[in-house]
């Protein structure tokens, strides 16, 4: 269970760690609307017979792949439930639908993330989901390590990088101030590459890691001048 | 991201910038019943076969078009979160319903527009979507400027058409006394072509610009002595 | 747009203008089931086959007809979003299932009523919706014409149509003290026309204009006494 | 439109005016989930064929005869609206799905009946379908009257009918008291039946005209000592 | 229709008498997803043609049978409506699907029962349902009769019978300290089966009396308390 | 019916039953979504015919199996109404959609289990089911034997099962300070294989047992408290 706010790397991290381990990667978006079926798999009419098509997870439990659930909190409680013989010490699949059982391939596993800042109402992981997993908590990366990645992923010059990260990290303190979402490492890389595209840095940083953050004039209002004042 | 007021020319904003860039333009207008399916796609029965059709947002990924979805906020979760593999290092589409994972074709490029002004009660984009993308912020264009389009774009005289910018700019100032939305550059288009074909210039604005906006007999009212003030 | 209350002749305009414009009128009463598949269309299954058909709105697009959407506000958000690319400059209607993008016909014109003194909590047509209408608001006729207007659908004499009127008029000032609504022309040729038919007048007034109003005991008791005085 | 308390013979008003007239009868009891689909009909598969099926709205309309909505404030609001173009001056009723308009044969007739006494809340009907009706309202008989249909009906002898349509006239006074509904002629019939079976007549008021009424125990009680007051 | 608490014999009642009056019986369990096509019965697809199966609800009306529907309260609308033209003087059952109209077979009955105790908000039988029925209020047995059943089902000796109803009795007494619900015989029937086959009788009473009733501490020790001084 | 916190051990409890009894088990995951028919049956379409599949209740029903529903509370109505013909003396399972009655062969047995601490607002068992059961409560092992519990499973050495377990007793003590859940034997089992397999105790104490309990940063900081003072 990885938890950490938007754009800190969260999938970044479950991919390398797949590559590390030299393993498949099924990655599943989750969403209100995403059901069992979509997971588990479900029966397709094709030419007059009935055929079964595994869902991405059954895919995942057959050929031993790190399955990654991304914003798992999103998804209704019957996704969930399936995972639950999955996660205990069964590690099986059982697939209503066909009758079968399916033993999760040796190197199977489940991960599953979650923006704890960002509230739900009324709808969270059950104790019983939650008691599932192994929690690791990320956060953004220290400020050289993060201009380090913007300053790569951007193109943007290693002055600039510095300078987007302690913008983002002045950006960051507004949360006290009622900033419901604080600025990821994506949008300074964003706003590195607009830079690096030959446009304005003010012009960047409003387009790319102010505007996206709210529509309150007020705050919007605040975190310009903090540009500002960054980038006289 | 395109944030602006309805009516100030999002979609032509778009359209032009399709054209400028010599790209094709897939356009989706958001509603709250817009289902995943609706944007990717679905299995058809024809002739004793089910056949996949790729929905407007698979195709506009495979030639590489842009993909505007209009008024994006009034979509579905499940709608939204389709979008996420496309819009960040990975561009690419899963496909869940075939297992395929379309590759978005260069030139591929994703637009999103809301009305800030407008509140829909508990739903919003989520901090996870907002913070990728890039947001520019549109209003309605300079006195001249705006008078210039509805001149051109309604047929009416150039005087005629400052008026009814003036007038847009004194019904706008009542936001702050209760008025829920401002006339937007399309209904000042509107009254023009009304004119120009003859009707009254009082007429035609309470036709096309006054009675659009609410049904509270006080803004009407306070809209009306407007327009009698302006063309006496 | 045509704004105004029940029974004041809204479909009956809509209608006459259709005919002196000598254009088809294809009418199509909204409610809250009402989705875009009834408007656009939809696929059948026809032997073995499947057939597109044309929806109301579909079918008037391309025959350049008169597109009469009555009590919009009762329908669902994607009914009303499939309107959009039809009404500004674009004028057309893209048909997201077959892939088909039809120009509306010359002479196609969509009408959209609803009466702003009935109050559907929480379901308002939306700005971006709104501006893209002309709004022509209508109320009961003067009462020397809707005297006239009784007399000849009903049958009855004029004395008779005008005193009907009058109470009308008398019943329409209850609104201030609770009546949700008042009664309409319709409600008033109904009454003549029991009249004509050999019916007290007063017994008349109490099934076909009074009754039908409300159930409050004491509203009821109101009205009562009002046909007292004027048939007494 | 027939207004008017559950059991006081609405039905029975509306069976006896189509033995009157001569004309076929068809009801329709509504309820929440009846959709337009089952008023007005379907397709069915039938054979290889879809073949489209009369519901018992169209048939009445085809064979001009009386269509008895009973209840009809249960209904949802897509089969109230299909009532509309029928009961209007129009006389039709179009079929959206097949695309045909099937004009009302002569002699068809709407009665539409519900309980105003019974609150369902949220749910009324609209204006603009009140203002298409003429309405009656029923209560229950007068107590001669009703107690020569309870005796008729049960087989009782007079004096018990008398005696059970007092008891009736006793406990709807406990109205005001909190008593939701009162007992209908129908619960005197019933118990006139009990005891014309050889039922004590104490026994038969309380199984059938006061514990049908609530689950209340001081409302039960204090219609039970009116029992036994009646019938020491 | 049978009022009564939970597990004091509506259901044995109803076999008894369909017993006794040597009819068919019935029953069907309703409950919130229960619909109206669940009772009378749909059409099916077997071997290319649609083929109608009767509900058990048209089955009985087919056959005489005892319909008897068990917590009436739990089923939907839809459910409840079509009961309406069998349970008057018409005793028929329309079915809209086919067109068919079923006239009921002599000995048909329809019995409904429901919990008054158990509150389900918001939900409860319409007037004109109830008032198509004679009620029958049932309890739990007198002690000497109850102990006699206990008995008899769970094959304990009488003393131990005499006790458990003693216990109950006790435990009912706590309703108006907060227990929602109070022991059925049938939680004393599994009690002495316990103690029957040879478990201690506080280990019994606490396993099958009391832990079913709550899941409050403060309740679930007041309880057991009364199991200790009962059973020292 | 096995009442007891996450992870005490329910499922596994049941497992050796089974075991211990020599009957298959038959385990369903109950959530939300799960209808009737998921446990019951379905109609497929296979080939051209319709083909009745039985659902792993009828299965356990058919082969005198332990059916196990996990997590029963978040079923829905309609699957628990299911069960009520199965737990009474009738033991059997009518089957609407084919008409058949199956009765349960012997050894079929129901167990249902639920976590009372875990509070799903306006879902609770009726009573009429709660009473068809016979109630077990479990907890989590007296701390010497949860200790070896952790040792056997994770294969850490006993001293530092110890230390888990007393950890875990702080953990719970804070239940009353507002942690919503408390950690089960299975995240001590979870912490002792991280110590097995290389980590440290204090790192695999807050991934295993603290970070999975809560996203509050106050609780979160006390239960780290109790680690550092717990593995100095």
Redesign the interface.
């Not at 990655?27 to 069992?36: F, G, I, K, M, P």
């Not at 029966?43 to 009935?50: A, G, Q, S, V, W």
């Given at each position: 269970?990885l938890?950490g706010p938007?754009?800190c790397g969260k999938?970044r991290f479950v991919e390398h760690m797949a590559w590390r381990l030299g393993r498949p990667l099924v990655?599943?978006?989750?969403?209100?609307?995403?059901?069992?079926s979509?997971l588990v798999g479900r029966?397709?009419?094709?030419?007059?017979?009935?055929v079964w098509?595994d869902?991405?997870l059954t895919r995942a439990v057959r050929e031993g792949a790190i399955c990654y659930l991304?914003?798992v909190v999103?998804a209704?409680?019957?996704t969930?439930?399936?995972l639950?013989?999955l996660t205990?010490y069964r590690r099986m699949l059982?697939i209503?639908r066909t009758?079968e059982t399916v033993e999760a391939a040796p190197g199977f596993q489940l991960v599953i993330s979650y923006?704890?800042g960002?509230q739900r109402m009324l709808k969270d992981l059950?104790?019983?989901t939650?008691?599932?997993?192994?929690?690791?908590?990320l956060g953004f990366p220290e400020p050289p390590a993060e201009a380090a990645i913007v300053a790569r992923e951007s193109g943007v010059d290693g002055g600039t990088a510095v300078a987007l990260v302690e913008l983002a990290g002045r950006v960051r303190s507004l949360r006290d101030r009622g900033l419901?979402?604080v600025?990821?490492t994506?949008?300074l890389v964003?706003a590195g590459r607009?830079v690096a595209s030959g446009i304005g840095v003010r012009e960047a940083c409003n387009?790319?890691v102010i505007?996206?953050?709210s529509?309150d004039p007020t705050l919007l209002g605040a975190m310009r001048e903090l540009v500002d004042a960054m980038f006289p």
């Open positions: 269970m938890k938007t754009g999938t990655t599943v978006s989750c969403h209100d609307d995403l059901t069992a979509d029966f397709l009419i094709r030419h007059d017979e009935t098509q869902g991405p991304d914003e999103e209704r409680q019957d969930i439930v399936v639950h013989p205990d059982p209503d009758g923006n704890p960002y059950k104790p019983s939650r008691q599932r997993f192994v929690a690791i908590e419901a979402e600025p990821s994506r949008l964003a607009l387009a790319a505007a996206p953050l529509d």
